[in-house]
């Protein structure tokens, strides 16, 4: 029999708040892990980031399970589901929703789109074109959406992962700066190991269907209100001011880098402050240490940065700059 899904008591103090983060941490991951093989990391972060709050960029050529890691966690957190494939013809209203004409109260009423969901799964989120992707700056901002004249309130889990290809240019739109910012973390979602691979194979010989997590045995290992509590305890993690200096002095740095023509703005030193709480709870301690931070560093900053032109030309990548940067700043003791 499975045990029934966790939900920690209200948070009395910072050990309370960690050991149930860290909880959470153990059971999600333990019943993601009976549909993915491998991508721990891409998969703690993913947790990271609904933890913090956040919404995730998974970034990952076709076939390494993105989708199926979203579609997994989703269910091992007993959340609402959907999923949008962004094409070039996808309108507004096809995420958001509109009013239809019912026959039967001769009225039209709102018929509430996918947006209206827990988590939501932005498949190849760069196929759409930009009106479309500016529809989920709100909901992604404000976790609301302006519809027929009306404020209407998104759940309070809503989290958007979205994916898209890194190789790909042909018939896509690139993600404007403003939505980027936007999210909390970019994942990157590389290859299996080859004894990975080995084990996905033999787990589809043996009969696994992607397409049916029940029949996985995939559970909610903690429910929504258990997770939202874990927000919550987000404050019971102590910051110590070095490192708050540290990540205040990483992101400036970003900005005077002669290889950065556009550098991380406040709200990607927030960001990293949130994710860097939200790690250390999940790995059971109720303070942030400068490991926490420089493990965050490249998923919370690298997407925000544009590289100028003569550093594009040496072929470099935010990636390589971002560790550039890193490599400058001193770390606290």
Known sequence: MNAPPFSPPPFPDSGNAVRSANAIREGVLTEVRKAVVGQDEPLELMLCGLVAGGHILLEGVPGVAKTLMAKALSRSVGAD???????????????????????????????????????????????????????????????????????????PMFTVFATQNPVESEGTYPLPEAQLDRFLLKIDVGYPAPEEEDAILESVHRGFDSGDLARAGVNAAVTKDGLLQARSALSAVNVEPPVLGYIRKLVAATRSSPNIRLGAGPRAGVHLLLASKALAALRGRDFVTPDDVRFLVGPVLRHRLLLSPDAELDGATPADVLREVVQGVEVPR
Do not use: C, H, W, Y
């Open 81 to 155: 589901f959907k999923r949008i494939q962004f094409t070039p013809d996808l309108m507004p209203a096809d995420i958001l929703g509109t009013s239809v004409f019912d026959l039967k109260s001769q009225a039209f009423v709102l018929a509430r789109g996918p947006i209206f969901t827990d988590l939501l799964l932005a498949d190849e989120i760069n196929r759409a074109p930009a009106k479309t992707q500016s529809a989920l700056l709100e909901a992604m901002q404000e976790r609301a959406v302006s519809l027929e004249g009306k404020n209407l309130q998104l759940s």
